[in-house]
């Protein structure tokens, strides 16, 4: 250091370019490296308005602390750890309680890294369960439209997936559509509780009793997987009555992610089987080097435990009276957006936040031809830093475009406020350049859509 104290700005590293091209040969003052990193991820978006995502994106200072504390306890290590082990397990009992498996106390559950992992695990144990039924040949499972970890579960596992096409104003899975498309190898028929097209949930009950009748009618009895990656901790406090989760005997198997409206931090999952005989015994491992004798079934092997420890702390901070209130209020967010979009008369809403019938979330297509299309609408709400995904719909329906926000803890009445003033300054502007060629598929990754020389005047006032 020269004379007086030093400007951070003035120090070597940041008079030069930041190492791209290779592992740099020197270091630099923690300061300094620190100071380029926090300075580049400026760039990236501000998550809170990043409606895209259905991950957590706000939590309060004590899960911050925890989250810290907990950097460097290997979760796997459950000798080394016994009480962020035991935390663990009163979380998959609490879970397991939630989604009303019979005995909650014995039920086999594990946290995870989030919904993928657990999904996956939940799609072995019922590849597992039919080998040892004696199924063979290619195994395969049923769906509607998913996320894209199940077809990453069906290349990695070899399992066929059979998704069920859409058709009409079809948007879900339907019952009436599950049994032709199940057979002696079905593994399973995955039900999304909470679809990441458009928030909406499929029909649990409806399916189980489709397959109900499927095995009267053909002797198959398929059990369900429920894919409640963002339902399965909304539903238990929004629409308790709603069936979907293990009252329904055909139901073996959950997972949802902590990490999106579990309120948990990014990496927390969980995977809960109804009972003990439902998590096949050959997937458990017996781990015995890490100083004590320990079962596991995570796909991972080591992974911090701060995750699964915040997620503990969110269940005893918030409780089910807790959790009402806060997934209530988030619907209320969700359904105040919608009301404003309904007042136009270029939007038709797809769901509009009703918890009976999906997420917290509002999906929506265009009505007529404003002169403008989504992806042009997404591109210019991008610039005042809203991200709102516009895409196509899946396969079968994929000439048909359509907009989604997901609404998260943290997302107040006050700023949908802000994002339908933001709508309306925004096609406003796209009024204004009337023959500008509209965004299309390939420039957006989503759906081409021909573009119109004219919009009418759009105000959309919040309520």
């Given amino acids: ?152 579960f069906a290349r990695y596992f070899d399992v066929e997936i059979r998704q069920i096409p859409l058709r009409g104003d079809r948007l879900t899975m339907h019952p009436d559509d599950v049994a032709e498309h199940c057979d002696e190898n079905t593994i399973m028929v995955v039900a999304t509780f909470g679809q990441t097209y458009t928030g909406l949930y499929e029909d649990v009950a409806g399916i189980s009793a489709a397959l109900d009748a499927l095995r009267r009618d053909r002797g198959l009895d398929i059990p369900i997987h429920v894919d409640a990656a963002s339902g399965g901790f909304l539903a238990p406090f929004a629409a308790p009555d709603l069936l979907w989760d293990f009252r329904l005997p055909r139901v073996k198997s959950i997972n949802a992610s902590g990490h999106k409206t579990g309120l948990a931090p990014l990496g927390a999952g969980w995977a809960i089987w109804r009972e003990t005989a439902d998590l096949p015994e050959e997937l458990i491992f017996d781990v015995d080097y890490l100083g004590g004798s320990m079962a596991t079934f995570n796909l991972n092997f080591s992974r911090p435990g701060g995750q699964a420890i915040t997620q503990y702390y969110d269940f005893i901070r918030f409780g089910r009276a807790g959790y009402t209130r806060v997934q209530s209020a988030i619907y209320r967010a969700a359904q105040h957006l919608a009301a404003g979009l309904r007042k136009s008369d270029v939007f038709e809403l797809i769901h509009d936040g009703d918890p009976r019938r999906g997420i917290t979330a509002v999906c929506w297509r265009l009505t007529g031809d404003p002169g403008f299309n989504l992806y042009d609408l997404s591109d210019r709400l991008r610039s005042r830093g809203w991200l709102i995904p516009a895409y196509p719909l899946p396969a079968d329906r994929d000439d048909e475009t359509i907009m989604r926000a997901v609404i998260r803890h943290g997302f107040s009445v006050d700023m949908a406020d802000l994002l339908l003033a933001d709508f309306t300054r925004c096609m406003d502007q796209l009024k204004r350049r009337p023959f500008s060629p509209s965004l299309t598929r390939a420039d957006a990754g989503g759906f081409t859509h021909d573009a119109t020389p004219s919009v009418p005047r759009i105000s959309i006032a919040p309520t």
């Fill in 1 to 152: 250091m020269s004379e007086g104290v030093e400007d951070l700005f003035a120090l070597p590293g940041l008079g030069r370019s930041a190492p791209r091209a290779g592992f740099p040969a020197h270091g630099m003052f923690p300061q300094v490296a620190y100071e380029i990193v926090h300075d580049e991820l400026m760039l990236d978006g501000v998550s809170r308005m990043n409606l895209a995502t259905f991950c957590t994106t706000w939590v309060d200072d004590q899960a911050r602390r925890l989250m810290a504390e907990c950097l460097d306890k290997n979760i796997v290590d459950k000798d080394e750890y016994p009480q962020t082990a035991e935390l663990e397990r009163r979380g998959v009992r609490m879970v397991a309680g939630l989604w009303h498996a019979p005995d909650p106390a014995t039920t086999h559950g594990t946290s995870t890294t989030g919904s993928s992992e657990a999904a996956m695990l939940g799609g072995l144990a019922a590849k597992f369960r039919w080998r040892k039924r004696g199924g063979t040949g290619m195994p395969n499972f049923v769906c509607g439209p998913v996320q894209v970890c199940w077809e990453k």
